[in-house]
């Protein structure tokens, strides 16, 4: 896959390519299906495929105070997009300038003249342009005038329920992985490195990896079984993400515990793989009550993921 940072630094030649549009983060299942078939009209049609997304997040850019709890990172969302097949992927910074552009100008300069548009493909709840003035009626009208094709992709439904990138970001808020992971059509992962906590896992007879990590959506506060990814190999392990209470912390730490291991694991990267919310966070009487829970937790998930595969 060509990478384009910047699509005014380029043109793409006149009507080779099949454009799908879109934010698409977490790259889910319905995205997927839309550059599916963005690749099947490319091939068909003897053109290119492509994929126009935008850097940063426009809500970041529109509404500034408010937190964007993202699912995926821009990397990590480069890296699902190379693994649809799309020849290229065309970068829109989205600064004032962008947004500023008129539907006219959107059609006419993005997608005509820098992206070389032979057929164009959206959502059904598409709009584009300065104040989402364009609607796919516009969108059509101007294709006709600037040589580019639009076709909607069909709504994509997993259990007679509409996919989207809102209703995966609120189960993973929610704690429910099994519902952002079928909606997603992968594993609910993070990835994180490997820092120094406070030492009290080891102190009370089960390690923590606490980890750093740079994604915006954690799932919810709680204890959750997990796989843990390193050096190629999958670990059982009991992940809490929350406040200590039980020490009374005020910043939210992310630890894991490894099943049967103990390797030094300070400056590594991990990758998270939650199966399943095993409860809520708990403030203890004393450290003898923590421990019978981190027991009986480790014992859930040692139940759990035996009936989940590691790889």
Known sequence: MRIYNNFRNQCLPPQSQVVAIGNFDGVHSGHRSLFALACARARKAGLESAVLTFQPHPLKLLFPTRRVFLITSYERKVELI??????NLVIAPFDHAFADLSAVEFAEQVLALHL??????????????RNRE???????????????????????????????????????????????????????????????????????GFPTANLVSEVELYPKEGVYAVWVEYQGQRFKGVMN???????????????VHILDF??????????????KRLRSEKSCSGIEELRSLIAADVTSARKILSFTLAT
């Open 82 to 87: 190379a693994a649809c097949n799309i020849d």
């Open 116 to 129: 070389g548009a032979a057929v164009v493909i959206v959502g059904e709840n598409y709009a584009f342009g």
């Open 134 to 204: 364009g609607t796919l009626a516009t969108l059509t009208e101007l294709g006709r005038e600037f040589g580019f094709a639009v076709e909607v992709a069909p709504a994509f439904q997993i259990d007679g329920e509409l996919v989207s990138s809102t209703k995966i970001r609120a189960a993973i808020m929610q704690g429910d992985i099994e519902r952002a992971a079928r909606f997603l059509g992968r594993e609910c992962a993070i990835t994180g490195q490997v820092v120094r906590g406070k030492g009290r896992g080891r102190g009370i």
């Open 241 to 255: 993400i929350g406040y200590n209470p039980t020490f009374a912390d005020t910043g939210l730490t992310v630890e």
């Open 262 to 275: 103990d390797e030094d694991l300070y400056g590594r990267d991990l990758k998270i793989i939650f199966v």
